[in-house]
């Protein structure tokens, strides 16, 4: 959801800039811009902004300003929120008075007060956007002519219109009187300093900085940066000075690229049977039969007496949320619940003494799930952390937390980054379970089969070819249903949300049983019906649940486990998968159904990375 990419130093920005968008493209987006300032004849900051892709502003620039290559610029991929998607509501805006350039995201809550103020001052607005009421309100305040004045500098200017403005932004701005100095700011939207030798690089995300130099600033909320060719001052919106925290990205190169791949989501499904050895990769204590998650480690005594778990997240990290549920409660014994954090957010939780609050989020800049993080550990829950994103804003703002470490998940569907949530919630239950009740014998014997989990995964992949054959077979099909009981009825949900949101096939997902409770009435000759029927607890229920789609007439997809003949009896395709023990087979399960909406919106055409109206990082409530 809207990139932001902004450069001050001694190198023309104008490929930077560019590379940077291209980086952010994967977060969604529906148009793109970007400033630079340079004396060409009268004009000194340039603007191009068009509706469209990053190629389409690369060719518009290319014909308006082919000569614009100046050491100062910002740029931004919009995904529209106020205003419709065209030209004039495309970031960066500029003022009326062509002071401010300013490019943002978020969103600025009370902008209709705001603008009504500045109108009534004669200022003009040319846009529907939020953000040109916050350039021309930073341009209300700001005196081009400090220096001789005293008035505001850009840096006060942007302090004194930020303390102004409620709701959330990440913010990049320069004056059109001043070459030498960019200003950022953020709160609630994430945005980054890359540190680079006589240069800084703003962005959104490492992604777009990592090419340059892996030492980068992270920013609390409030904070203002005023950047120069000779250093920078970080401060907060009241002006309070501010020692920088300097962190390394630990991202390589290699891993935010295809590497011939044809899809980002292809190649990140692919990655999970290494991704997850290295989520795992020093956590299994085999010798003593315990699970080493040194993020914990300070809570530890907290989490053994803990009453209650409420497991949080959005979209897949709900999905993968849910099966945390399963995990907690059957291995740790410990009462849990898992909730949108949208709604846990908003309905008054009660949160008693004895509450841990899991936030999942692989970005860690979910806005619902930073909200209902802030909301609950104000109310004296404890707050972890399950995020893949180092840095990011909500690992800052809990007491601990786990990361998945299945390095930058770039597909806008979330594919490697379940699977590792999920790992890391069953590497938390067994941490909890040995503490307060499995034995050292119990849980080594439990991480022997999760240390395999890698090995089945390997073992799916490798039916890729039948697996496409299947979702070709089907691929005229406008409704899907998926249904899975216990720890697999999270996996359904997670099926039916790959297909829905990059095939724009509508699918749903469901407990097997609440089928005959009225979606039966669904089904309908040759309807695809994927039923995770893997050996377990459940097996002859879903089997039953099988029976009743299939006599009236629903084409059976099944997910099984290897040498289940029986189910060839029911099921008029089965994709087997080797066998393991339930509370694992969620991660081995969920990658037929991913490799199923994969093909699916390859077949129809669908750009599989960046699918229509979505954004990879919700950062807006
Ligand atoms: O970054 P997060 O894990 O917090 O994101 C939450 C959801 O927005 C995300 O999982 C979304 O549902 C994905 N597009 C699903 O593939």
Redesign the pocket.
């Known amino acids: 959801m809207c990139g932001i990419i902004a450069y001050i130093g001694a190198r023309p920005c104008r490929d930077i800039l560019i590379e940077g968008l291209k980086r952010l493209e994967y977060r969604g987006y529906d148009s793109a811009g970007l400033a630079i300032t340079q004396t060409i004849g009268d004009c000194t900051t340039h603007v191009c902004k068009t509706v469209g892709r990053v190629a389409d502003l690369e060719r518009k620039l290319e014909a308006d300003e082919p000569t614009l290559n100046g050491t100062i610029g910002l740029a931004h991929t919009r995904w529209a929120t106020h205003g419709a998607v065209t030209d004039p509501n495309t970031h960066p805006h500029t003022d009326d008075r062509g002071l401010i350039c300013l490019v943002h995201n978020g969103i600025i809550e009370n902008y209709v007060s705001l603008k009504k103020l500045l109108e009534e001052k004669g200022r003009k607005f040319r846009t529907e956007t939020d953000t040109e009421v916050l350039a021309t309100l930073v341009s209300e305040l700001y005196d081009p002519d400090h220096a001789k004045t005293g008035g505001m500098d850009l840096e006060a200017a942007v302090q004194a219109a930020l303390r102004e403005v409620t709701g959330a932004y990440a913010i990049a701005v320069m004056s059109t009187r001043d070459p030498d100095t960019l200003v950022v700011a953020r709160k609630g939207s994430p945005l980054i300093v890359g540190i680079g030798n006589g240069e800084f690089i703003v962005a959104s995300d490492g992604s777009a900085i990592i090419s340059h130099t892996a030492r980068a600033m992270t920013l609390d909320d409030y904070s203002v940066v005023r950047l120069t060719r000779d250093g920078l001052r970080t401060s907060t919106i009241d002006n309070v000075e501010l020692s920088p925290k300097v962190m390394q990205l630990e991202i390589e190169l290699g891993e935010i690229e295809l590497g011939g791949f044809e899809h980002y989501m292809r190649k990140e499904i692919f990655e999970q049977p290494r991704a997850l050895r290295r989520t795992m990769s020093g956590r299994l204590n085999h010798n003593e039969g315990c699970i080493v998650l040194g993020g914990l480690l300070a809570h530890a005594k907290e989490l053994v007496r803990s009453r209650r778990v409420i497991i949080c997240?959005?979209?897949?990290?709900?999905?993968a949320g849910m099966v945390g549920e399963y995990l907690f409660e059957d291995l740790a014994r410990i009462p849990t619940e898992v909730e949108y954090?949208s709604e846990l957010r908003y309905r008054n939780p009660i949160i008693e003494e004895g509450t841990v609050v899991i936030a999942?989020?692989?970005?860690?800049?979910?806005a619902?799930?930073l909200a209902a993080l802030h909301e609950v550990r104000d109310r004296g829950a404890l707050g972890l952390g399950v995020i893949?994103?180092v840095g990011s804003t909500?690992s800052r703002d809990t007491d601990a937390g786990v990361y998945l470490r299945v390095g930058p998940e770039i597909?806008?569907?979330?594919?490697k980054?379940?699977t590792g949530?999920v790992m890391v919630l069953t590497m938390m239950s067994l941490f909890l379970a040995r503490r307060r009740l499995m034995s050292g014998t119990d849980v080594s014997a439990f991480m022997a089969e999760l240390a395999r989990v890698p090995d089945h995964i390997e073992a799916v992949l490798e039916q890729d070819d039948e697996i496409r054959a299947i979702t070709e077979k089907h691929i005229g099909r406008e409704n899907w249903l998926f249904l899975g009981r216990g720890y697999n009825y999270p996996t359904a949900m997670?099926g039916a949300?790959?297909l829905k949101?990059?095939s724009y096939i509508h699918a749903e997902g469901m407990p097997a049983a609440e089928m005959k409770h009225g979606p039966i009435a669904l089904i309908d000759e040759g309807m695809p019906v994927v039923f995770i029927a893997t050996k377990g607890a459940q097996y002859d229920k879903v089997m039953s649940n099988i029976e009743e789609v299939r006599s009236r007439g629903g084409h059976i997809i099944a997910v099984a486990t290897e040498g289940d003949e029986d189910i060839r009896r029911v099921a008029e395709d089965v994709i087997y998968i080797p066998e393991c023990p339930e509370p694992l087979s969620p991660m081995v399960a969920v990658v037929p159904l991913q490799l199923i909406a994969y093909h699916a919106a390859v077949l129809r055409g669908h750009d599989v990375d960046k699918?229509r109206n979505?954004?990879?990082?919700?950062t807006v409530e």
Request: without cysteine; glycine residues 10%.
């Open positions: 997240g959005q979209g897949t990290a709900l999905n954090a999942v989020s692989q970005s860690g800049e979910t619902d799930t893949n994103v909500i597909g806008v569907a979330s594919t980054a379940f949530q997670e949300l790959k949101e990059i699918p979505l954004a990879k990082s919700v």
